[in-house]
């Protein structure tokens, strides 16, 4: 100890007595006072620095002359430099510099802090008022504590390598004009704490990162937060948020994401393109909520309903995977019709298309929509040639059976008409039970017979009019047309041509 004492008056002078207690403990491999705080402490609040007095001031050039001077390091034993309630003077310049031991400032007032490229085992500024830290490039073997009420106006981590945790627990950044933490391609093999009284009223900036732990942000305070691509290893809390202007989390990758709707930014502030989870745990899982969630993105992307669609499929709710999709398709056509506005032709002739394969197979999501209408198509017309035959409507097509048909007969040997089975034979194609072949709507029907003159007086000129040899054409016809469309969409749906996915 009186070694490094020595050292120190010969290079600054007089020593306060918060340099001799940061020297003594750093010779003596204990601090009385100086374990990492668990809580703020208001006696000792680092923005009342300026009425401490000379005796509690740290100047940063000694802290800089016992990391990198060969001599004075040496006398350092591996416990390191911890200081607590100090006010440290000027900035701390250990840009390059490699630090054997681990540093620990507790609830200090310190000015710049550089350690870009620095190698030190352990940062903890926990409590600490700085104004500025910059450890782009830092490699530190376990952890980074900037928590319990620290704060600074900007932190940089950009391409740091962090051996433990990066922890920001009931930290206070404010810059409302720059980005507040800068942390791109970070690497950090535990956990990112932005929780519990995390407070940033600029941006947040981690993207490229590789985060071997949890990316927690439970119970945050934020402005804009951008986590583009960077993978998360373990959870993604973004639960019990208290404010979110803004969340990027575009080509974002996670073992679970786990989130609240409370906690979710307003339409328009949320990006989620490529965002590829395993397991969503804890969070809503119904239809209508994530459907809430995926319309708040900034511009449509089709992944993130896919994603989620996978999600449902894989616990078992094949019918909200299937609600999901209905709704990408119908969000995705809706997109491709608005950059058609201009297009007006085409715009129009996506339009029809788009309804025709909502309403009869659900965008191929539900095909059997279209064996629904084909059953209603069917039995509508039941009920209208079953009508059609009860006046003598319809007649065989064979000739010499039409003789005897007009006469009040059918021929024992041809077949008697079925109104169901002729029905269906038109609305379902390449299907033939013979008779459509053997029967067709009367050209020359006898209105007024005595065998039906007892049925007719009770229709109306309009029905009249609908079992007219015309109109039972036409309505085959269309029957026909329709039956077609249906089994060609229904073909298109089964088969998955008409879908996206």
């Known amino acids: 100890m009186a070694d490094l004492l020595e050292l120190a008056r010969r290079q600054f002078g007089r020593l306060s007595g918060a340099e001799l207690k940061l020297l003594q403990t750093a010779t003596a491999g204990e601090c009385d006072g100086c374990d990492r705080i668990l809580a703020f402490d208001p006696l000792n609040d680092p923005a009342e620095a300026d009425a401490w007095g000379d005796d509690r001031k740290i100047r940063a050039s000694l802290i800089r002359w016992a990391c990198i001077t060969g001599q004075a390091s040496e006398e350092v034993l591996p416990f390191g430099l911890h200081a607590h309630s100090a006010n440290i003077v000027g900035p701390l310049d250990l840009f390059f510099a490699s630090v054997r031991f681990p540093m620990s400032f507790l609830q200090c007032r310190l000015g710049q802090i550089d350690l870009r490229h620095a190698t030190v085992p352990a940062l903890i500024l926990s ?54 933490l800068r942390a791109d391609r970070i690497s950090v093999k535990g956990d990112v704490d932005l ?84 397991h969503m745990i804890a969070g809503p899982l119904s239809v209508k909520e994530r459907l809430d969630w995926l319309q708040r993105q900034e511009e449509f992307a089709a992944q993130p309903y896919r994603q ?51 309403s009869t197979v659900g965008y191929g999501i539900y095909p059997m929509r279209a064996v629904g209408y084909s059953i209603v198509l069917g039995l509508l017309g039941w009920l209208l040639f079953r009508r ?28 008697p008409f079925n109104p169901l089975i002729y029905s269906f034979e038109n609305c379902i194609p390449l ?19 005595a065998k039906h003159s007892k049925v007719r007086p009770r229709f109306t000129k309009f029905v009249d009019f609908l079992f007219t040899p015309e109109s039972l054409r036409w309505f085959r016809w269309i029957v026909i047309g329709l039956g077609w469309l249906l089994a060609t969409f229904f073909v298109a749906g089964i088969t998955g041509i008409i879908r996206t996915n």
């Open 127 to 180: 409590g600490s008022l700085i104004e500025r830290l910059n450890a782009d490039g830092i490699t530190v073997r376990d952890s980074v504590s900037l928590d319990v009420g620290f704060s600074t106006s900007e932190v940089r981590l950009i391409a740091a390598q962090i051996g433990g945790s990066l922890t920001c627990i009931a930290a206070k950044l404010r810059n409302s004009s720059e980005p507040t």
């Open 195 to 278: 929780r519990d009284g995390f407070s940033s009223d600029g941006e947040i900036r981690i993207r490229d990162a590789q985060i071997a732990g949890n990316l927690d942000c439970t119970g945050g305070e934020f402005g804009i937060v951008n986590f583009e691509r960077t993978k998360v290893g373990g959870v993604l809390f973004w639960r019990g948020v208290r404010k979110s202007e803004y969340l990027d989390l575009s080509d974002v990758s996670t073992g679970v994401l786990t989130d609240d709707e409370d906690s979710w930014p307003a339409a328009g502030k949320l990006r989620l393109e490529g965002l590829v989870y395993q």
């Open 308 to 358: 989620f669609a996978k999600t449902l499929q894989e616990i078992g709710d094949d019918e909200g995977s299937k609600a999901i999709l209905y709704q990408l398709e119908k969000e995705r056509r809706k997109e491709e019709r608005r950059r058609l506005v201009h297009a007006p032709f085409r715009w129009l002739s996506s339009s029809v298309e788009d309804e025709l394969s909502e």
């Open 388 to 415: 059609a035959q009860k006046i003598g409507a319809m007649a065989p097509s064979d000739k010499e059976a039409y003789a005897e048909f007009k006469k009040g007969r059918v021929p024992s040997y041809y077949p």
């Open 431 to 449: 299907v033939k039970l013979g008779q459509d072949e053997r029967w067709q709507p009367d050209p020359n029907p006898a209105w007024i017979s």
